[in-house]
T-cell receptor, first 110, second 114 residues
């Protein structure tokens, strides 16, 4: 069964501290992994995807197939990073039916 | 701005009274999705349309139906809402022509069942 696990409901850090939001998945095969973000009073939007291997707003995420993880990292958190973050996966074929984790709320304090 | 629009943003309905949520898009995407998100839970896919082809998830209750009269609009009908159907309903779109494509989400409709 496809499943995404985000073990932390809330992650609270101070501005300038490193951030790591954890995501583990179970999937028989090679899924595509994504991080979606929802800022306060805004809609859910794509932050980054593993196939792009890019850094968005200072965030990076590396797919570790051995550990079935896709943790989101940022070396120095900013207050504007405070948001709800969802890890999601989809089959590489088909219509990109996303399976989401339950989300982690990141709170960055000044 | 091209976008995904959901109306209304807040909907209150009575137990058992049919309700329709609407979604429209100006992105001209070929796929439209409906997700249900209950409090503190992950968004869960209910069904999606690829062009006019309807695809229901296996565990979506029969109480939930959908219509897509044209490319721009998609509706979620709940025939007899129960208290357990209170949730945020998210509409999303994507253009799928092979490969991995971003889903664009609407702001959601929060449904309350009294």
């Amino acid at each position: 069964a496809q499943r995404v696990t985000q073990p932390e409901k809330l992650l609270s850090v101070f501005k300038g501290a490193p951030v790591e939001l954890k995501c583990n998945y179970s999937y028989s095969g090679s899924p595509e992994l994504f991080w979606y973000v929802q800022y306060s009073r805004q809609r859910l939007q794509l932050l980054l995807r593993h196939i792009s291997r890019e850094s968005i707003k200072g965030f990076t995420a590396d797919l570790n197939k051995g550990e079935t993880s896709f943790h989101l990292k940022k070396p120095f958190a900013q207050e504007e990073d405070s948001a709800m973050y969802y890890c999601a996966l989809t089959s590489p074929t088909g219509f990109q039916k996303l399976v989401f984790g339950t989300g982690t709320r990141l709170l960055v304090s000044p | 701005d091209a976008m995904v629009i959901q109306n209304p943003r807040y909907q209150v309905t009575q137990f058992g009274k049919p309700v329709t949520l609407s979604c429209s898009q100006t992105l001209n995407h070929n796929v439209m999705y409906w997700y249900q998100q209950k409090s503190s839970q992950a968004p869960k896919l209910l069904f999606h349309y690829y062009d006019k082809d309807f695809n229901n998830e296996a565990d979506t209750p029969d109480n939930f139906q959908s219509r897509r009269p044209n490319t721009s609009f998609c509706f979620l009908d709940i025939r007899s809402p129960g208290l357990g159907d209170a949730a945020m309903y998210l509409c999303a779109t994507s253009e799928v022509r092979g490969g991995s494509y971003e889903q664009y989400f609407g702001p959601g409709t929060r449904l309350t069942v009294t």
